[in-house]
């Protein structure tokens, strides 16, 4: 059995679908289908029994999947072990600039705690990029918020926060329990700069082109509010500082909080591992569950 495809055999038990398990490997289903058949001969069992609904494992699949995301841990760890040693262990992260977040800082307590070797650089990002360099190759993997282009990316949804709009303290609607988007027609809202990401844009301008101030970092956003009285959305979690609030927008997607990569190394899978587990402790305790 080669590990990859035991990747490629517990990405189709993860996802218990073939073409999603190809899109996440970025690979056509045909090699994969291939790979899999082989893998079944190789162990002598079937492993996978596709339907129309999707896929289910076999109780041969489920003892291998166990299996198999041990061996890939123990490579993962091996290859981790040796880039530290040779002294190239390094992890540039993208984060975007409002991710002031306990999760974030669970994550970073996990990651040290099993790669105290490796040297982690953080590129703060501001609000005109979402995937926190990405593209550009200035970081290796992006604790971001969607939704933008994932074109050439790997995207795991970590969490969904609720959106409100922010607003003055002494507006109008700032004293309602919740509003909806229609009710903030015509109001003045700050926007991103001219060629952001398209899909970015369009959320966080409640799906329609607006006019007000340009911003491109959280406290610009804030100081438009405050100053000029203009309108915005912001994650429900977040707290405004004093003069202003958040009302919850009702009917409106919640947002979600991602982690993206571009290249696939061992240093970036287990951080995207660790980031599951960091995040899934807050939604199990209470939060929504969203992935």
């Known amino acids: 059995m080669e590990l990859r495809t035991l990747r490629y055999f517990v990405a189709i038990a993860e996802e218990l679908h073939f073409g999603r398990a190809a899109a996440r490997l970025h690979m056509s289903q045909p090699p994969l289908s291939r790979a899999i ?76 705690r099993q790669h105290p070797g490796v040297e982690v650089r953080v590129r703060d990002t501001d609000l005109t990029d979402p995937t926190c360099g990405l593209r550009a190759g200035l970081v290796d993997v992006a604790l971001t918020r969607g939704p933008f282009d994932e074109t050439g990316l790997t995207v795991h949804e970590l969490r969904a926060d609720p959106v409100g709009a922010v607003l003055r303290a002494d507006d109008p609607l700032a004293r309602r329990d919740h509003l909806a988007l229609a009710e903030l027609a015509g109001r003045r809202w700050f926007r991103f700069p001219d060629g952001t990401d398209p899909l970015w844009q369009a959320y966080w301008h409640g799906g329609e082109p607006r006019e007000g101030p340009v911003v491109r970092v959280v406290q610009e956003c804030l100081q438009a509010v405050l ?36 290249d696939e190394t061992p240093l970036v899978r287990s951080f995207a591992r660790l980031a599951a587990a960091a995040y899934q402790r807050t939604q199990t305790t209470g939060g929504r569950r969203t992935s």
């Open 227 to 262: 100053w000029n009285g203009t309108v915005g959305l912001m994650p429900l979690g977040h707290r405004p500082p004093g003069g202003l609030t958040v009302v919850p927008l009702t009917g409106f997607a919640p947002n979600p909080v991602v982690v993206a990569w571009k």
């Open 37 to 112: 058949k082989q893998l079944e001969a190789d162990v002598g069992a079937v492993l996978l029994v596709r339907s129309a609904g999707g896929v289910a494992l076999t109780p041969a699949g489920v003892a291998l999947l166990d299996e198999a995301r041990s061996l890939l841990d123990q490579a993962e760890q091996a290859r981790v072990r040796v880039a530290t040693a040779a002294g190239s262990a390094t992890l540039t992260v993208g984060i975007l600039a409002d991710s002031a977040d306990p999760d974030a800082t669970r994550l970073a307590d996990a990651y040290r």
